[in-house]
């Protein structure tokens, strides 16, 4: 079975700082990772996706993420955020035919 | 362009009827999903379905019942049976079972 946990229900951050927004899984076999964005009423967007090789993977938006197998983490940050990177951000594993999603991160960019 | 229309965006019904939610995609896909989404719990899968006429229930099918008599076309039916169908509900395809899936932009469901 596979899990998701996002560790953070809400981060709030000023304009231009950094945020990390961190995310763990659990899974007994091979699994493919992911996170998507939400903005309200919407649904979800692709921001980046790690299936095999480098274990840096960048994304849209200024977004990357790092895998870590051995503390399976897959957290994702952002050097500089914008107001516009308001939104609601969910990790994802997929190791089989299920995506499991985790219960999301809402970031709230403050001017 | 390519994508996956969900409508209506927004639909309310009264307690004790059925009703269905359409999806359908341009994306050739093969795989199709329904997810449910509610504050705080993420996203939770109700049916999926990776060929046509065929679909497999998720961790959520109970008060739920879907088709796949087209590979474009995956409607949710949501029953009476659903004890609190008030919701805003995903549907997604992906290329294969275990890839990056297209969401549509989602129908908000009140029960009333």
């Given at each position: 079975a596979q899990s998701v946990t996002q560790l953070d229900s809400q981060v709030p951050v000023f304009e231009e700082a950094p945020v990390e927004l961190r995310c763990n899984y659990s899974s007994s076999v091979s699994v493919y990772l992911f996170w998507y964005v939400q903005y309200p009423n919407q649904g979800l967007q692709l921001l980046l996706k790690y299936l095999s090789g480098s274990t840096l993977v960048k994304g849209i938006n200024g977004f990357e993420a790092?895998?870590?197998?051995s503390?399976?983490?897959?957290?994702?940050?952002?050097?500089?955020?914008?107001i516009s990177d308001t939104a609601e951000y969910f990790c994802a594993v997929n190791g089989g035919f299920k995506t499991?999603?985790?219960?999301?991160?809402r970031l709230f960019v403050k001017a | 362009d390519g994508g996956i229309t969900q409508s209506p965006k927004y639909l309310f019904r009264k307690e004790g009827q059925n009703v269905t939610l359409s999806c359908e995609q341009n994306l050739n896909h093969d795989a199709m999903y329904w997810y449910r989404q509610d504050p705080g719990q993420g996203l939770r899968l109700i049916y999926y379905s990776q060929i046509v006429n065929d679909f497999q229930k998720g961790d959520i099918a109970e008060g739920y019942s879907v088709s796949r008599e087209k590979k474009e076309s995956f409607p949710l039916t949501v029953t009476s049976a659903q004890k609190n169908p008030t919701a805003f509900y995903l549907c997604a395809s992906s290329?294969?079972?275990?890839?990056e899936a297209f969401f549509g932009q989602g129908t908000r469901l009140t029960v009333v």
């Open positions: 790092e895998f870590n197998k503390q399976t983490s897959f957290h994702l940050r952002k050097p500089s955020v914008h499991i999603f985790g219960a999301g991160t | 290329t294969q079972a275990n890839t």
